[in-house]
């Protein structure tokens, strides 16, 4: 008994320090990691990535990943300054793969402290609850990728319900990089264009994702991505009938 519960502990631990890592970041860097902040040091950044191009991917790497594990807040910002410092291009792909990465290891600590036994739970009830941790099962790619595509979910939601419905790693992994990609391009040439909208004063377009001309082919491609589901249920009705 002993040892179980020492096992238990151990595999909440990294969830209970994402927590509270989370909780001491809303509040000590919601107004630290923003566009002011890049703004100010602008000239620093350049000029220290110009003269240190590798080690500047290694930190922005570093510092992405450290976010996103610990839903820290300047996911956004961070979006904007891989573009800022590298453009759209290698800028969306440093992006991507530091939020995947993030994603992953926030998805592994919630898996292993909560979504191993709440899986389990749901198998074993009745109901609605089961019929929607089994719908969620039964169209996990359809279910994930609609997750990543509307921004209307919020990007650490979308770390989390997965793994408390027993996502599978692989198709976690495999969801969120495609899946983030469309955003992370809108974001990222946002971020490209940064240096021009600072010298005029202004400020970044940070609605720029639910504009009708953005958000509609979204929507689209998550509707597309429903598709399997909405042709199951059919299938079902049609077999009932």
Known sequence: MIFRSRSGLVRRLPLVVIVIAAALGAFTLRNVVT?????????????FCAAHYGLSVLIFLIAYITIVAFSLPGATIATLTGGFLFNLFPGVIFNVTGATIGATLLFIAARAGLGDRLSARFDASEGAAKRLHDGIRDNELSFLFVMRLVPAVPFFVANIIPALVGVSLRRFVLTTF???IPGALIYTWVGAGLDMVIENG???DMGIIFRPAVLIPLLILAALALMPVMIKALQRRRGRG
């Open 178 to 180: 495609f899946g983030i």
């Open 35 to 47: 566009f002011d902040a890049l703004k100010a040091h602008r000239d620093v950044l350049m000029a």
């Open 202 to 204: 202004g400020m970044p």
